[in-house]
Nanobody
Framework: QVQLVESGGGLVQPGGSLRLSCAAS????????MGWYRQAPGKERELVAGITSGGTTNYPISVKGRFTISRDNAKNTMYLQMNSLKPEDTAVYYC?????????????????WGQGTQVTVSS
């Protein structure tokens, strides 16, 4: 009932910037917490930024001060601005959203993932 689609990944040189977007569509009543995760080859998926419905954000030390998460609730869209990128930021980036949606005349809750977008930081 709900789809998340990421965009904005690509190849960038060290020190460069990228902006990722995650657009949600479907029978959405409300999007609650959202987040960006990444998974590098041979590593576990990790949280890189989270944002509540009220706009409170959190970041791990590894990206704090370089990455900024934001959301536009009117557009059901989330963003990740990534600055001062490093080779160790190379990974597939996934968006995640906790969504309340219309189902069978009522409301249901579920957790959704996007398909992922590749970010490669290399010279």
């Amino acid at each position: 009932q709900v789809q998340l689609v990421e965009s904005g990944g690509g190849l960038v040189q060290p020190g460069g910037s990228l902006r990722l977007s995650c657009a949600a569509s479907g029978s959405i009543f409300r999007i609650n917490a959202m987040g960006w995760y990444r998974q590098a080859p041979g590593k576990e998926r990790e949280l890189v930024a989270g944002i509540t419905s009220g706009g409170t954000t959190n970041y791990p030390i590894s990206v704090k001060g370089r990455f900024t998460i934001s959301r536009d609730n009117a557009k059901n869209t989330m963003y990740l601005q990534m600055n001062s990128l490093k080779p160790e930021d190379t990974a597939v980036y996934y968006c995640n959203a906790a969504v309340t949606f219309y189902c069978g005349g009522s409301f249901c809750n579920n957790d959704y993932w996007g398909q992922g977008t590749q970010v490669t930081v290399s010279s």
